[in-house]
């Protein structure tokens, strides 16, 4: 019942982040978001280069970008998105390497705010998503909402079980709680599987 109840809620957090893009909301350069970025750059930012595939993947203050063998850069996060980390690996099963990296954002209705809706929250949240490359191209697979609890690291193996609806891509987690100065706090592991379409808490 709590592994349902989990997915549940990780399945629904990804169709909440389709539904607000489609409703008029907007990954935004918040002034929540520029005083994140401001708080992140005074503070040790992670480096980071893997290659695979003949592509390089390398995340630079809160920047990621996939480049080919050339050079040429083929895809660069946005820049109202602050990535925190990357992995690389088949999460989904189809037998191609996936970008599972998080981030942070804040969202933004702006003038199309619907008026039915009292809260248009621009608050700095932590989020997780999944890309593949596909013909020279990113392309997204899967992503969540604002998470319930903030990632602080990660780690990706493929040693889980693997069933028609699991692929034995398994993830673990630190996370810990969201303060206004976006400090970390103690933080506590969390495993999940990869089965269906979304991550399941073990």
Known sequence: MRRSFIALIIVFAALLASCGKAGGAADALTPEFQRFLEIRRSRPQATCTEELGGCTYSLEAGVLRVSDAAGEVLWQSKGSWYV???RL???DGDGSPDLLFTLWKSYSFGPTHPERMENDVTAVRCHLFLYTLRGGHMK???GS???PRPIYAFELSFDGE???V?????LRTQEGQYTDDFTRTDALEHVYVW???GFVEE
């Open 166 to 170: 699991a692929s034995g891509a398994v």
């Open 140 to 142: 997204s697979l899967w």
């Open 162 to 164: 693997k069933t028609p």
């Open 195 to 197: 089965r269906g379409w």
């Open 89 to 91: 690996g088949d999460v």
């Open 84 to 86: 925190e980390g990357f």
């Open 145 to 147: 909402s604002n998470l």
